[in-house]
């Protein structure tokens, strides 16, 4: 996962995620905050731009873990419940694939 500041530029983090895809990642999302934009990789597919997600899922990569968006686009939601969520998502992949 990369997190796209102000700085960074776009052609070179899409650049650093399909260096991710060649070397074996089999999924990846570039979160560009300021265009409430996310971009997809998945190996041997098509890149996926999405427009405005609220969550992103984990798949079939990470089975039930889910990237709740909303306080990264500046959404009102309670930080504790989204840490919360992660780390329940978190601790149910691990405790079914680790």
Same mark, same amino acid.
């Given at each position: 996962?990369?997190?796209?500041?102000?700085?960074?530029?776009?052609?070179?983090?899409?650049?650093?995620?399909?260096?991710?895809?060649?070397?074996?990642?089999?999924?990846? &999302?570039?979160?560009?905050?300021?265009?409430?934009? +996310?971009? +997809?990789?998945?190996?041997?597919?098509?890149?996926?731009?999405?427009?405005?997600?609220?969550?992103?899922?984990?798949?079939?990569?990470?089975?039930?873990?889910?990237?709740?968006?909303?306080?990264? &686009?500046?959404?009102?939601?309670?930080?504790? +419940?989204?840490?919360?969520?992660?780390?329940?998502?978190?601790?149910?992949?691990?405790?079914?694939?680790?």
């Amino acid at each position: 996962m990369e997190l796209r500041s102000d700085t960074d530029g776009l052609a070179d983090l899409q650049t650093k995620m399909q260096e991710y895809l060649d070397n074996g990642a089999k999924l990846g &999302w570039l979160i560009d905050p300021k265009h409430r934009r +996310v971009y +997809v990789y998945r190996q041997g597919q098509p890149l996926e731009p999405l427009e405005d997600p609220l969550e992103l899922s984990g798949e079939d990569v990470v089975p039930g873990f889910i990237l709740d968006l909303r306080q990264i &686009w500046g959404l009102q939601q309670n930080p504790e +419940v989204i840490t919360t969520r992660a780390k329940d998502s978190f601790d149910k992949y691990k405790n079914q694939h680790l």
